[in-house]
């Protein structure tokens, strides 16, 4: 079965600084790999995500993510962020020949201090 | 609408109790998910439905969970005799499935239930 790791639990920057959120996954096959966001008191909404073609996708918001297969990795990058970017943040995997759901890490809190 | 509606948002119920909880998929998409959110167990799958094939039902924690599909469009998830370790909010989710199965799932804003 596939898992997606999330090392940070939370995340506390500076407006300014920049972000990268660890997000590494565990399966041998070809996968479909996305970013969602959940601003407080909103919704899942999709920030990114990656099928196939150039490694590195960019997003909404001025977010981008890296996917490097010999790393099983897909990290969330943003070069400066804003307080509105505070947010908890999920990795999230799905196999193209496994199921159809998505197997999701257990997120990772952004908190962007002003 | 434009996006996936669930109903009710909130829903306290008493242990013992069954709820019934709604989802209105983003229209013309053919795939519907549950999943449940909790603390500590993050995102997990419930069930999913695709066009008239049988369900993946392959997430239901227990027998107390099932959900059906009306006309290829409505959801509803039933929870029987509630337990407080429902207590989670159910998310549910819809695509519409791609080449080579390459496809998103847009998420609605869920239903929170508290059972006492």
């Known amino acids: 079965a596939q898992s997606v790791s999330q090392h940070n639990h939370h995340v506390i920057l500076s407006e300014a600084a920049s972000l990268e959120l660890g997000c590494n996954y565990s399966?041998?096959?070809?996968?479909?790999l996305f970013w969602y966001v959940q601003y407080p008191g909103q919704h899942l909404q999709l920030l990114l995500k990656?099928?196939?073609?150039?490694?590195l996708v960019k997003g909404i918001k001025g977010f981008e993510a890296e996917f490097i297969k010999s790393k099983f990795s897909f990290n969330l990058r943003k070069p400066s962020v804003q307080w509105s970017d505070t947010a908890e943040y999920f990795c999230a995997v799905k196999s193209e020949a496994g199921s159809y759901q998505l197997t999701f890490g257990k997120g990772t809190k952004l908190s962007v201090i002003p | 609408g434009a996006g996936v509606s669930q109903s009710p948002s909130n829903k306290v119920t008493e242990k013992g109790k069954d709820v019934e909880l709604r989802c209105d998929p983003i229209?013309?998409?053919?795939?519907l998910y549950w999943y449940r959110q909790s603390l500590g167990q993050g995102l997990e799958f419930l069930i999913y439905?695709?066009?008239?094939?049988?369900?993946?039902k392959s997430g239901l924690p227990s027998d107390r969970f099932s959900a059906e599909r009306t006309g290829g469009s409505v959801s509803t998830l039933t929870i029987q005799r509630t337990q407080q370790e429902d207590s989670a909010v159910y998310l549910c989710?819809?695509?519409?499935?791609?080449?080579?199965?390459?496809?998103?799932?847009?998420f609605g804003p869920g239903t929170r239930l508290l059972v006492l």
């Open positions: 229209s013309g998409h053919t795939a």
């Open positions: 439905f695709q066009g008239n094939s049988a369900p993946d």
């Open positions: 990656y099928f196939s073609g150039d490694p």
């Open positions: 989710a819809s695509s519409q499935p791609g080449l080579a199965r390459k496809e998103t799932q847009y």
């Open positions: 399966y041998g096959g070809t996968v479909n």
